[in-house]
């Protein structure tokens, strides 16, 4: 019998014949499904993603350290290896000035010891506390404010350090937050709810005081007044400020009387001294200013004085003599008057760095770019290289940001 | 979304359900597998070149999601099959009992072929159901498949062999009973 299948146009035939198969479903019906589908899809590859969280953070953490790790052993073994010069070169330096042994007083001794059983402390720091400021980096700013004493007779300069990205007008209108007037043990802020504006084509800043603000009459009020401004806005090179009121009147400044505008002084000679309104409070350099003519030794022998009532402490021990040499332009020089009077036992480590740091300042006021210290005894005092000029410090009284 | 969709469906929906259909012949894997083809084809509209025609494109994605469900469905038996050794019968009875209303009630020559389709490879009915249920040319049948013309006239010419050699052996068979 022959096939009916034996060419294949039969079968073609064939398969052309094939009924048509249908979707039965509805448009709408195949829509829902894929959309909530594709949901579902979504959802599952994010929570395989959170998924990986954990593990790609564990890797994150391993990787970090791997890299940490063998940085911070090198540093920790330098960090050991130059303390180990130090005192090497302290124990050198003090046989070679003719002592016979090693003598250090009980402070040193325990901020030495404190130093090898914490590495990572600082090796300069010796936990002194520092009332200056040395040193900005180029990515920082410096604003300047000032509080009161407790009892207002003195202004004391506060500084901020703040990144160069952060605008210094909107910084300066702020300020008054990062003030605390009562943790501090000092008097509040002069210029609350005021606003400053700054003006650099006229060199000046215009300063807009709340409604009905006058001054306490009292010389103290009005000179701490013009004393903050002046500290504050000196640096920025303003020449005055200029008031700014809802009806263009002049602001009664009490002593001074009613004015519109107030010069910026320039920085008054000053000694400066110690500050602390009771044992639990913050400690700060204060400015006590002087007259005009006061001769550097005289301000330098004034910070010997305790002003007690006013909770104003001198920053120079009794014990220490010195003679003072203005010969060399903008250093000063600064002699010891016995070889001992740095090592001297009864005076404590952190009372030697607030000296320092106290006449550096005393010396800035006078004009002095850095103070040569001769007859030490010592090379070195918290982060003061004594054996070389000091520069005067940039500010006094840095507040840390966790201060703040 | 849901326009370009509309797009798709009014132009591709049944006659890509169609070859789905009678490529894996299960109408609910068939239900299944072209709503797979639509959200591959959304989700890569964008990266369509147009060097072929939007259908070829469509259609390609439709034989790789079946060819994908077949590897499924080989896998899974294979992992029955290590215990019962019964899955080549199984796809018989399988293909026996589904037979759908559509072919059900056409004669028996129609439900002869569409039962001998599975005993040609994957690529031979491909070019089948391609090149005749659904009349593309040669060259739109290779774009589909990747293959160049002469690969699709020899599958088509050995898949057409294959199919007659099956009917005349049953023609045969009936002859002889």
């Not at chain 1, 215009?206 to 903050?228: Q, R, V, Y």
């Not at chain 1, 952190?350 to 005393?362: V, Y």
Request: charged residues 25%; contains cysteine; proline residues 3%.
């Amino acid at each position: 019998m022959k096939s009916r299948y034996n060419n294949d146009k039969q079968v073609i035939n064939l398969l052309k014949d094939m009924p048509k198969v249908k979707d039965s479903r509805d448009k709408n019906e195949i829509f829902q499904r894929i959309s909530t589908q594709m949901k579902n899809e979504k959802t599952s590859i994010k929570q395989k993603k959170t998924y990986l969280i954990p593990i790609l953070s564990s890797a994150l953490v391993v990787a970090i350290m791997l890299v940490i790790i063998p940085v911070v052993l090198n540093n920790e073994m330098f960090q050991r290896h130059e303390e180990k010069l130090s005192l090497n070169k302290a124990a050198d330096s003090s046989s070679s000035s003719g002592e016979s042994g090693i003598k250090m007083n009980e402070q040193e001794d325990a901020a030495l010891s404190n130093d090898k059983s914490n590495p990572e402390l600082s090796l300069f720091s010796k936990s002194s506390e520092n009332l200056v400021l040395t040193e900005i980096d180029a990515q920082s700013d410096i604003v300047h404010a000032a509080v009161s004493d407790q009892q207002g007779q003195y202004m004391i300069p506060v500084t901020f350090v703040i990144p160069k990205t952060e605008e210094l007008e909107s910084y300066y209108n702020k300020v008054e937050t990062y003030l605390k007037a009562e943790e501090w043990g000092v008097s509040g802020y002069l210029f609350k709810d005021a606003t400053f504006k700054f003006d650099y084509t006229n060199n000046h800043v215009i300063m807009n005081l709340p409604k009905g603000f006058s001054l306490n009459h009292g010389s103290a009020n009005a000179t701490i007044f013009e004393d903050t401004l002046s500290a504050m806005f000196r640096h920025l090179g303003f020449k005055k400020v200029v008031f700014e009121t809802d009806n263009n009147q002049a602001v009664d400044l009490g002593q001074i009387g009613n004015i519109s505008e107030l010069p910026i002084k320039p920085a008054q000679k000053s000694s400066y001294k110690l500050y602390q309104a009771s044992d639990d409070k913050r400690k700060f350099l204060i400015p006590i200013p002087l007259k005009e003519q006061t001769e550097i030794e005289a301000a330098l022998n004034g910070m010997k004085q305790n002003e007690e009532t006013f909770s104003i402490f001198q920053t120079i021990p009794n014990k220490i003599g010195f003679n003072v040499d203005e010969s060399s332009g903008d250093q000063l020089s600064i002699t010891f008057a016995e070889d001992n009077s740095l090592k001297e036992t009864s005076i404590t480590l952190q009372e030697k760095n607030t000296m320092i740091e106290a006449i550096l300042m005393t010396a800035k006021s006078y004009g002095y770019n850095s103070v040569k210290f001769n007859n030490t005894g010592i090379d070195q005092i918290g982060i003061y290289n004594l054996t070389e000029a000091i520069k005067v410090p940039l500010a006094v009284n840095p507040i840390k940001n966790e201060e703040k | 979304m849901k326009v370009i969709f509309e797009k798709l469906y009014d132009s591709y929906h049944q006659d890509l359900f169609q070859f789905i259909f009678y490529m894996v012949k299960n109408k609910q894997v068939a239900e299944d597998l072209v709503q797979e083809v639509y959200i591959k084809v959304l989700k890569s509209l964008d990266t369509f070149k147009g060097d072929s025609s939007e259908k070829t494109w469509i259609f390609s994605i439709a034989r790789h999601t079946t060819i994908d469900y077949f590897r499924s469905q080989k896998r899974k038996r294979n992992r029955i099959a290590e215990f019962f050794d019964w899955h080549e019968k199984g796809e018989l009875l399988q293909d026996q009992n589904h037979l759908p209303d559509e072919i059900a009630i056409k004669n028996e020559e129609i439900t002869q072929i569409y039962n001998h389709l599975d005993k040609c490879t994957v690529d031979q009915k491909s070019v089948l159901i391609l090149r005749y249920l659904h009349s593309f040319s040669i060259q739109e049948t290779a774009d589909i498949l990747g293959f160049s013309l002469s690969k699709v006239k020899t599958t088509q010419h050995r898949a057409l062999k294959a199919l007659r050699k099956l009917l005349t052996e049953n023609e045969e068979k009936r002859g002889d009973a």
